[in-house]
């Protein structure tokens, strides 16, 4: 069956970054593209870009262009997103989620925590 | 960037009820609307794709219709595992924006 399983919870200091991965098993990773979502406490769902599998393409939302990098290890079929400069309001869990370039998303990770405090 | 504006905020509904919920795009999405449901502390789940298909193991009573820039998603009769926050999204335009949500509340 189809899973992506994210890494563990991170607590990161303001100006420092986060590294999260994505770890796809039961189809083809290279057949379907990833895309990262964030969820602020309380709050609702936020694209923050996608990534091709197959060329390692991406699409950026302009809010964290300069700041987010997302790659993908086609050998070990993970995805990573990495966010740089954090802030405060970066805190949130952030999930990844499968999808080609024109599609919605139809498996998600179980998200990951980032929290960003002094 | 393509605004989505879900309406209501708050739903509440009695179990068995009906329940209609809004969607409106800022400008043509054609039928790339995708609906999720989310509970609390878990991930969003796909209900419906091209605005009107459910996706695998979605129950019947799960409906979504609209193309262009109006679309509803309906509950024909709600059960209790049906109270949660659901989101449209549209996948037709970069970058991908997603509705503010409706929480559908018990009665």
Do not use: H
Not at chain 1, 40 to 52: D, N, R, T, V
Not at chain 2, 54 to 82: V, W, Y
């Amino acid at each position: 069956q189809v899973q992506l399983v994210q890494s563990g919870a991170e607590v990161k200091k303001p100006g420092a970054s986060v590294k999260v991965s994505c770890k796809a098993s039961g189809y083809t990773f290279t057949i379907y593209g990833i895309s990262w979502v964030r969820q602020a406490p309380g709050q609702g769902l936020e694209w923050m870009g996608w990534i091709s599998t197959e060329n390692g393409k991406t699409n950026y939302a302009q809010m964290f262009q300069g700041r987010v990098t997302m790659t993908t290890d086609t050998s070990t079929s993970t995805a990573y997103m990495e966010l740089r400069s954090l802030r405060s309001d970066d805190t949130a869990v952030y999930y990844c989620a499968r999808g080609r370039i024109i599609a919605y998303f139809d498996y998600w990770g179980q998200g990951t925590l980032v929290t960003v405090s002094s | 960037e393509i605004v989505m504006t879900q309406s209501p905020a708050t739903l509440s509904v009695s179990p068995g009820e009906r329940a209609t919920l809004s969607c409106r795009a800022s400008q043509s999405v054609s039928s790339n609307l995708a609906w999720y449901q989310q509970k609390p502390g878990q991930a969003p789940r796909l209900l419906i794709s091209g605005a009107s298909t459910r996706a695998t193991g979605i129950p019947a009573r799960f409906s979504g219709r609209g193309s262009g820039t109006e679309f509803t998603l309906t509950i024909s009769s709600l059960q209790s595992e049906d109270f949660a926050v659901y989101y449209c999204q549209q996948y037709n335009n970069w970058p991908r924006t997603f509705g503010q949500g409706t929480k559908v509340e018990i009665k």
